[in-house]
């Protein structure tokens, strides 16, 4: 006859090997501090999405206002006249702030203006007419810095000869 296995005593079971026990409880434990900190540092790690600094900012502002006036003396050698451009977006962007800009915003559109489908600027076309009689362009980029209601303005003029002048900047980092 076989003999039948030897039967455990009876009492608690058998305790799991404490190196088994504390790889667990250290594992769970890196994890959890791991996850707390992918957490926390998150909002540094990922570029802002809609904010930007005063120096993005006014490097946008420059390069921008001298593409709208690109466009816009782009559009009288083509069309026989300047366009002038009601601000927009409406209010001035603050503190850095991305702004959706309208793509299909009939003014900007038909003279080939794009700045992109978020801004930090406004964006205008002024038309005068001077004292002679020939008409004054001035594109303009605004931004309120600070929010302070104090907005930052960049300005190119065009004369009549479509040429421009250099960046003009009023309250800068306001």
Do not use: K, W
């Not at 058998?14 to 250290?26: D, E, F, K, S, W």
């Not at 006249?81 to 003014?107: C, T």
């Not at 004369?159 to 900047?169: F, L």
């Amino acid at each position: 006859m076989a003999s039948a296995p030897p039967e455990s005593p009876p009492g608690p079971a058998r305790p799991r090997n404490l190196a088994v026990r504390v790889g667990v409880a250290v594992t769970v434990f890196v994890a959890l501090a791991l996850s707390g900190l992918y957490v926390a540092y998150l909002p540094m790690m990922a570029p802002a999405r809609t904010h930007a600094s005063p120096e993005r900012v006014a490097n946008e502002a420059r390069v921008q206002v001298l593409a709208l006036c690109d466009a816009v003396q782009a559009f009288r050698d083509e069309h026989g006249d300047y366009v002038p451009i009601a601000p927009y977006p409406v209010p001035v962007p603050r503190h850095g702030e991305g702004v959706p800009f309208a793509q299909d915003h009939e003014d900007f559109h038909r003279i080939g203006f794009d700045p992109g489908p978020i801004v930090h600027l406004q964006y205008e076309v002024r038309v005068e007419e001077s004292p002679v009689g020939e008409p004054e362009v001035s594109c303009l980029a605004r931004v309120d810095e600070n929010g302070d209601g104090l907005n930052a303005v960049y300005r190119i003029r065009l004369d009549a000869n479509g040429m421009t002048s250099p960046v003009e900047v009023e309250r800068e980092g306001e």
